[in-house]
């Protein structure tokens, strides 16, 4: 049975920084592309960030240069590392897991998690 467990979310002061896991099971999470994916209040989905089976890396232009995306395969299990945290980053976010690239990881997806919510505030 396939299960994807955000968590590391939390309330955080601007400039700050979190660290969001994602820990999956029921597949081998080195297998796939995983993505970090966010949603806002009223707002649809935004993607973050993608790690690929070979570990290449690629983060949205919002977040580039503050957030990293890492796994740990040995643990099976997806990191987002926040930095410098902005007001506007203030979203719930999920890791999302495809066969392949995609710049909406979110469309015809089935596997969520309950996510984990980052609310940045001062």
């Known amino acids: 049975q396939v299960q994807l467990v955000e968590s590391g979310g939390g309330l955080v002061q601007p400039g700050g920084s979190l660290r969001l896991s994602c820990v999956v099971s029921?597949?081998?999470?080195?297998?796939?592309?995983m993505y970090w994916v966010r949603q806002a209040p009223g707002l649809g989905h935004e993607w973050v960030s993608v790690i690929n089976p070979s570990g290449g890396r690629r983060h949205a232009d919002a977040v580039k240069g503050r957030f990293t995306i890492s796994r740990d395969d040995a643990k099976n299990t997806l990191y987002l590392q926040m930095n410098d945290l902005r007001l506007e980053d203030t979203a719930k976010y999920y890791c999302?897991?495809?066969?392949?690239?995609?710049?909406?990881?979110?469309?015809?997806?089935?596997?969520w998690g309950q996510g984990t919510q980052v609310t940045v505030s001062s």
């Open positions: 029921g597949f081998t999470l080195k297998s796939y592309w």
């Open positions: 999302v897991y495809r066969g392949g690239y995609t710049d909406y990881p979110w469309i015809s997806y089935n596997n």
